[in-house]
């Protein structure tokens, strides 16, 4: 059995590792099976995974990866994610992966599929268009035909049967992945100094680089850990860290956030892997509508979803009080539209319901974190010194 710190280690290494070793392998053992990239940040893995492939996730290059050819395909005003995806590309990093799923984030992950199929990278390139009308029979269907071009896709490419028993199955192995990852934060929500947040991003990530049965003995033995009655709780404010659903902060700034006073009790980063709010039905004679009615009544609530009817600002909020943070901090990638075009409507909310909350941008590689550690531990002591409520418990 391995220590708490033997796996968050392992989960660290295999989070980075931009050569996919871990997915390489996997795929190595068996002729039939077959590697599927996706970007973020929702896949339905379950698909894949009854296909026989792992779905693996492309999260850019992080600090990881000088870019030099990436900037070559990209204008200057725009992210940085889809430069380390190219720059990744060309260093044939995806050798031995078989397809990319490109979800519709923005225009600019749409741009990055059309430069896969022009640089002819994978047998196949899918853009996979997400309903904007949660209708089950417009939305519905125009997903369902979504999802079983991708099936085809990929039957292509390994001739997989992908029967209902096996999509049924493949379904509960996530309903359990995402089961555990809920629990793992509802923890952390009582608990936050059991595991940091910076822990805790590893324990996610690795998830999306290994088979989600592997994944799911990480979670479990990280779940067991962390109801240990250990560590001593710091005098720190609680803050949901928003913005960054797609490029991902480099893990040195949310070590700033933890070091400057807070305790990130909840976060969008890698929120791909918990979209589906809940159990998807896993004892269905139509697995497919299944996963289509679930992206369709549970999904969560991000800068990259059309929410008619559900207002995202509203959802926030209330994890906001479900959470029972103090604040929250708006982390945006630099240039990232979707993120950036809601923030004003969320600070809106944040100012009519009395929420503090701070703002700033980043990029996946920055290195200098001086101003944010400043900035956070402002708020944190602006909260702690003049919240009346805090001072008061
Ligand atoms: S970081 Fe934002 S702008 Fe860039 S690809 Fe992702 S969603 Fe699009």
Request: aromatic share 12%.
């Amino acid at each position: 059995m391995k220590t708490l710190k033997q796996t968050i280690d392992k989960c660290k290494e295999l989070s980075f590792d931009l050569n996919f070793t871990e997915a390489k392998n996997w795929k190595g053992k068996d002729n039939n099976r077959a590697l599927i990239g996706y970007m973020p940040i929702y896949f339905p893995r379950e698909i894949a995974h009854a296909s026989n492939c792992l779905a693996v996730g492309i999260l850019g290059t992080g600090d990881r990866k000088r870019i030099i050819k990436g900037d070559a395909y990209y204008q200057s005003y725009i992210c940085r994610i889809p430069r380390g995806i190219i720059e990744l590309a060309l260093d044939k990093h995806f050798e031995g992966f078989d397809g990319f799923i490109f979800p519709s984030i923005c225009d600019v992950i749409r741009n990055l599929s059309g430069m896969f199929k022009l640089l002819n990278i994978g047998n196949f390139v899918s853009y996979l268009d997400y309903p904007q009308n949660f209708n089950p029979n417009i939305g519905g269907e125009f997903y369902k035909n979504e999802i079983n071009n991708i099936l085809t896709n990929i039957k292509k490419i390994n001739n997989a049967e992908v029967t209902t028993e096996k999509l049924n199955h493949s379904i509960s192995l996530y309903n359990k992945n995402r089961k555990l990852i809920t629990s793992i934060y509802d923890a952390r929500q009582k608990f936050p100094w059991r595991l940091s947040a910076e822990e805790l991003y590893y324990v996610i990530r690795a998830g999306m680089v290994i088979p989600v049965e592997d994944h799911n003995i990480i979670l479990e033995q990280v779940y067991d850990f962390i109801q240990e009655n250990f560590g001593e709780p710091i005098d720190k404010i609680r803050v949901i860290v928003y913005g960054s659903f797609c490029e991902q902060p480099p893990v040195s700034l949310i070590k700033t956030i933890e070091l400057a006073g807070c305790y990130v009790v909840d976060d969008d980063f890698l929120i791909g892997s918990r979209w589906i709010e809940g159990n998807i039905d896993d004892n269905t004679d139509d697995p497919i509508n299944a996963i289509v009615n679930a992206f369709l009544t549970k999904s969560t609530f991000s800068s990259s979803l059309y929410d008619v009817n559900n207002p995202k600002e509203d959802r926030l909020i209330e994890l906001f009080n479900k959470r029972n943070a103090d604040g929250i901090i708006f982390a945006a990638a630099s240039f990232c539209d979707p993120a950036l075009l809601d923030r004003p409507t969320l600070q809106n909310a944040c100012e009519k319901n009395n929420i503090r909350y701070i703002s700033f941008q980043f990029s996946e590689n920055i290195g200098e974190f001086k101003n944010i550690k400043e900035q956070v531990g402002a708020f944190s002591d602006s909260i702690k010194l003049w919240d009346d409520e805090l001072i008061e418990n």
